[in-house]
């Protein structure tokens, strides 16, 4: 019986990981960024973006990140997400890519 409990308990970490905030990455509003030394990430659905473009930016929606990640150049990266979750998700998949996150915008609410 205990480690069923346990394989739950297991269960429930993996997949509620995905929703805990990233550390070390700093909310931006899009003005604050330098664009000459930081590589703009658009993470967010082609059918958002479109509707709100970012200059400059590298549109690669999360579900193509795998795919499409090696035309980001290596230099810092701010992400542009619409939620938490595309957030999270993708600056972890960078950072296990070797790439350098150093901020993100949420285009769904303001940075305090």
Same mark, same amino acid.
């Given at each position: 019986?205990?480690?069923?409990?346990?394989?739950?308990?297991?269960?429930?970490?993996?997949?509620?990981?995905?929703?805990?905030?990233?550390?070390?990455?700093?909310?931006?509003?899009?003005?604050?960024? @330098?664009?000459?030394?930081?590589?703009?990430? @658009?993470?967010?659905?082609?059918?958002?973006?479109? !509707? @709100?473009?970012?200059?400059?930016?590298?549109? %690669?929606?999360?579900?193509?990140?795998?795919?499409?990640?090696?035309?980001?150049?290596?230099?810092?990266?701010?992400?542009?997400?619409?939620?938490?979750?595309? !957030?999270?998700?993708? %600056?972890?998949?960078?950072? !296990?890519?070797?790439?350098?996150?150093?901020?993100?915008?949420?285009? @769904?609410?303001?940075?305090?």
């Amino acid at each position: 019986m205990t480690i069923f409990i346990l394989i739950v308990c297991i269960v429930l970490v993996l997949n509620l990981y995905r929703y805990l905030p990233v550390w070390g990455v700093r909310c931006l509003q899009m003005l604050e960024i @330098d664009e000459n030394s930081t590589t703009i990430v @658009d993470v967010r659905d082609y059918n958002q973006s479109y !509707k @709100d473009v970012t200059q400059a930016a590298i549109n %690669i929606p999360v579900a193509y990140l795998n795919r499409y990640f090696h035309e980001i150049p290596g230099k810092q990266i701010h992400v542009v997400a619409a939620t938490s979750l595309e !957030k999270n998700i993708s %600056i972890r998949f960078l950072r !296990k890519k070797g790439y350098a996150v150093k901020s993100y915008t949420l285009t @769904d609410c303001q940075c305090n």
